[in-house]
T-cell receptor, first 120, second 111 residues
Framework: GAVVSQHPSWVICKSGTSVKIECRSLDFQATTMFWYRQFPKQSLMLMAT?????????EQGVEKDKFLINHASLTLSTLTVTSAHPEDSSFYIC????????????????FGPGTRLTVL | GQQLNQSPQSMFIQEGEDVSMNCTSS?????WLWYKQDPGEGPVLLIALYKAGELTSNGRLTAQFGITRKDSFLNISASIPSDVGIYFC???????????FGKGTLLTVNP
C-alpha cells in the first residue's frame, strides 16, 4: 500500500514557541492531504484540508492563523502550530488522498504515523 | 452533516473467536474504508470498498459494502492477540474529499 510519513514522531516544546510538522507521501503524489487531531480514546477530528498550490480549507472552529498549513508540492504538506500552548498538546495525524482514474477508479486515504505534541 | 454509527463500542473476546462490527450511515456513501489503529500510531488501511454489494477479503478480514450504500460490516475470523486495537470505519460521500469516521470499536483479545 501507499506510504505516508510524518516528522517528527513526537515533539516537546515550551509554551509560546512554534512547531512544524511535516507530512510526506513517499511513493505517490497527493494533490490533497488532510490534517487531523485526535484526543485520547476518541475518533479523528478533521482540522483542515490541504490542497497543493492553493490555500487550505479549515473546518469550523479551527483557527487558521494558529494552525498554518502549506502544501508546496505534491508530496509534502506542513502544519505549523504557532505560539503553542498546553491546550494544543495532542496527537496530530495527516493523511494523503490517493486516487486512480479510468475504469474501476478508486479513491483512498492513507494515514501517517502521527505526531505527539506536548507543550509545557 | 453525515453521521456514522459504529457498533459495538468495545469487544472482549477469546483468542480464536470470530469478530463482527458494523457501521451504519444516515446517508449514502460511495466509498467505505476500514482502518485499524494501534496505540500511539496512525490508522492503517485494512480494506477499501467502492461498490454497493462488494465483498472483499484481506487475509482473515472480510468487509462488505451494503446494498443500500448506508452500511458496512467488518468480520475478523480466528482472532489472534495482535488483532487488539481500535477499528474505525470511514465513509466517503463522493461530493467532497472529506471522510466521515465512526467512533471506533475497541477490540481486546484474551490469549
Amino acid at each position: 500500500g501507499a506510504v505516508v510519513s510524518q516528522h517528527p514522531s513526537w515533539v516537546i516544546c515550551k509554551s509560546g514557541t512554534s512547531v512544524k510538522i511535516e507530512c510526506r507521501s513517499l511513493d505517490f503524489q497527493a494533490t490533497t492531504m488532510f490534517w487531523y487531531r485526535q484526543f485520547p480514546k476518541q475518533s479523528l477530528m478533521l482540522m483542515a484540508t490541504s490542497n497543493e498550490g492553493s490555500k487550505a480549507t479549515y473546518e469550523q472552529g479551527v483557527e487558521k492563523d494558529k494552525f498554518l498549513i502549506n502544501h508546496a508540492s505534491l508530496t509534502l504538506s506542513t502544519l505549523t502550530v504557532t505560539s503553542a500552548h498546553p491546550e494544543d498538546s495532542s496527537f496530530y495525524i495527516c493523511s494523503a488522498r490517493a486516487e486512480t482514474s479510468g475504469w474501476g477508479a478508486t479513491d483512498t486515504q492513507y494515514f501517517g504515523p502521527g505526531t505527539r505534541l506536548t507543550v509545557l | 452533516g453525515q453521521q456514522l454509527n459504529q457498533s459495538p463500542q468495545s469487544m472482549f473476546i477469546q483468542e480464536g473467536e470470530d469478530v463482527s462490527m458494523n457501521c451504519t450511515s444516515s446517508s449514502i456513501f460511495n466509498t467505505w474504508l476500514w482502518y485499524k489503529q494501534d496505540p500511539g500510531e496512525g490508522p492503517v488501511l485494512l480494506i477499501a470498498l467502492y461498490k454497493a454489494g462488494e465483498l472483499t477479503s484481506n487475509g482473515r478480514l472480510t468487509a462488505q459494502f451494503g446494498i443500500t450504500r448506508k452500511d458496512s460490516f467488518l468480520n475478523i475470523s480466528a482472532s489472534i492477540p495482535s488483532d487488539v486495537g481500535i477499528y474505525f470505519c470511514a465513509g466517503w460521500p463522493g461530493s467532497n474529499y472529506k471522510l466521515t469516521f465512526g467512533k471506533g470499536t475497541l477490540l481486546t483479545v484474551n490469549p
